[in-house]
C-alpha cells in the first residue's frame, strides 16, 4: 500500500523560507513522477512543481525562480524548496504520485500540509 506523508509547513514571514518534505513509503520513490500540488479555500487544487522520474521538472509561473523541486529516491523523499514566499503562497500543499503503467495509472495523494505566509 503506496503512502504519502507531508512534513515541513508551517507559518512562515513573506519573504522567508521553507521545506516541505513528502516520504513515500509501500513502493520504489524512482517509478513515479512526484508532484506538489496546493489548495486555497474557494480554489481548485493547483500545480505548482514536478518532477519527473528521470528528473526533469516543470513550475507553475507563479513559482518559477522561487521555488525548487527535488527528490532523493535513495531517502524516498521529493522535497520542495520554498524561497522569497509570498502570502498568495499561502495554502495547504499536497503530495503527489504518478505512474503509468501501459493503460494502468496508479495515483497517490499525501493528506497534505498547510503554508501560511503572514507577517
Known amino acids: 500500500q503506496v503512502q504519502l506523508v507531508e512534513s515541513g509547513g508551517g507559518l512562515v514571514q513573506p519573504g522567508g523560507r521553507l521545506r516541505l518534505s513528502c516520504i513515500l513509503s509501500g513502493s520504489t520513490l524512482s517509478r513515479y513522477s512526484m508532484a506538489w500540488y496546493r489548495q486555497t479555500p474557494g480554489k481548485q487544487r493547483e500545480l505548482v512543481a514536478e518532477?519527473?522520474?528521470?528528473?526533469?521538472?516543470n513550475y507553475a509561473d507563479s513559482v518559477k525562480g522561487r521555488f525548487t523541486i527535488s527528490r532523493d529516491n535513495a531517502k524516498s523523499t521529493v522535497y520542495l524548496q520554498m524561497n522569497s514566499v509570498k502570502p498568495e503562497d499561502t495554502g495547504v500543499y499536497y503530495c503527489?504520485?504518478?505512474?503509468?503503467?501501459?493503460?494502468?495509472?496508479?495515483?497517490?495523494w499525501g493528506q497534505g500540509t498547510q503554508v501560511t505566509v503572514s507577517s
Open positions: 518532477i519527473a522520474s528521470g528528473g526533469s521538472t
Open positions: 503527489n504520485a504518478f505512474l503509468q503503467i501501459a493503460v494502468v495509472k496508479y495515483e497517490y
